[in-house]
């Protein structure tokens, strides 16, 4: 079993910044490879970013890539999304997801074992 607790969400101006933590407890961390998925209101959630279970690997939807950063600290547990140049159109929430051992990109939410209750990521125009 792995918990997953996300936080850093909150209020920013359109073309602001956040960072995202993901942190996990229970089986060992490193194992896992991780993805961000958010859902916006009356929408499906969506894929946003995915990092290996090494960190070696990374993989961002079409709509971050340039803007977001994922990383993760396998000393600390935890997983990072850093959000840059946000747009109005980022504002949902945002969850963490662990997934087993895989070292290529996983955007399919079906394919993930463990999500984390998500945090609100809201911007401003």
């Known amino acids: 079993q792995v918990q997953l607790v996300e936080s850093g969400g909150g209020l920013v101006q359109a073309g602001g910044s956040l960072r995202l933590s993901c942190a996990a407890s229970?089986?060992?961390?490193?194992?896992?490879?991780m993805g961000w998925f958010r859902q916006a209101p009356g929408k499906e959630r969506e894929f946003v970013a995915f990092?290996?279970?090494?960190?070696?690997?990374?993989y961002y939807a079409d709509s971050v890539k340039g803007r977001f950063t994922i990383s993760r600290d396998n000393a600390k547990n935890t997983v990072y999304l850093q959000m840059n140049s946000l747009k109005f159109e980022d504002t949902a929430v945002y969850y963490c997801?662990?997934?087993?051992?895989?070292?290529?990109?996983?955007?399919?939410?079906?394919?993930?074992?463990?999500w984390g209750r998500g945090t609100q990521v809201t911007v401003s125009s």
């Open positions: 997801a662990a997934v087993y051992g895989r070292m290529a990109e996983v955007v399919g939410e079906e394919q993930y074992d463990y």
């Open positions: 229970g089986r060992t961390f490193s194992s896992y490879a």
């Open positions: 990092i290996a279970w090494s960190g070696g690997s990374t």
